[in-house]
């Protein structure tokens, strides 16, 4: 199947500083990413559409000027958290599909904010 | 499926029992759907999907069935093994939307 890479799987900052995800498609290009935030024990939480060389669609209640998602090439979108603070520690998906259809989901990125 | 935010339901089996995990979903337009496996840590794990002209599709050990009248659809697990503890979610989309719902997931735990 499909190949999503995600990087990094888990980083630490200080709270105040912005951190920095990135989300590869390594074997298809991917038009259209997604990115999930998940709370322990609970299920995806989409809070954006990643889309390649157009704006990213937000999900209601997501701060745009938070959660920075760009999505520069075909293989290729990041999601950065600006000024993170400790509310911000949660787990990032990020996914992406060739067809449209089958998923294919990044390994994810653990988030902790001091 | 439907994610509502909620703590996930667990279901525990002896090893080497079939195992069975429920789904709903609400969107009636829905024509394509996804099971996906996800372990403690990592992102979640495509194991087999069915499409709505169907209701019955095989894998290897699983099974999915699809029951559009009532809008349910089940992963069978058939001789499960410890490897196969983990959260289990459901997606649904309408072909072409982009747009997938997720279930709010079963914690399955297997017991030795």
């Known amino acids: 199947g499909a190949v999503v890479s995600q990087h990094p799987s888990w980083v630490i900052c200080k709270s105040g500083t912005s951190v920095k995800i990135e989300c590869r498609s390594l074997?298809?290009?991917?038009?259209?990413m997604f990115w999930y935030r998940q709370f322990p024990k609970q299920s995806l939480m989409l809070m954006a559409t990643s889309n390649e060389g157009s704006k990213a669609t937000y999900e209601q209640g997501v701060e745009k000027d938070k959660f920075l998602i760009n999505h520069a090439s075909l293989t290729l979108s990041t999601l950065t958290v600006t000024s993170a603070h400790p509310e911000d520690s949660s787990f990032y998906i990020c996914s992406a599909s060739e067809t449209g259809e089958k998923l294919f989901f990044g390994s994810g990125t653990q988030l902790s904010v001091l | 499926g439907e994610s509502v935010g909620l703590h996930l339901p667990t279901l525990s089996v002896q090893e080497g029992d079939n195992s069975i995990i429920n789904c709903a979903y609400s969107n009636s337009a829905s024509d394509y759907f996804i099971w996906y496996k996800q372990e403690s840590g990592k992102g979640p794990q495509f194991i087999i999907d069915i499409r709505s002209n169907m209701d019955k599709r095989q894998g290897q050990r699983v099974t999915v069935l699809l029951n559009k009248t009532v809008k349910h659809l089940s992963l069978q697990i058939a001789a499960t093994q410890p490897g196969d503890s983990a959260v289990y979610f459901c997606a649904d989309t309408t072909s072409g939307t982009y747009k997938y719902i997720f279930g709010t997931g079963t914690r399955l735990k297997v017991l030795a």
């Open positions: 074997d298809f290009q991917a038009t259209t």
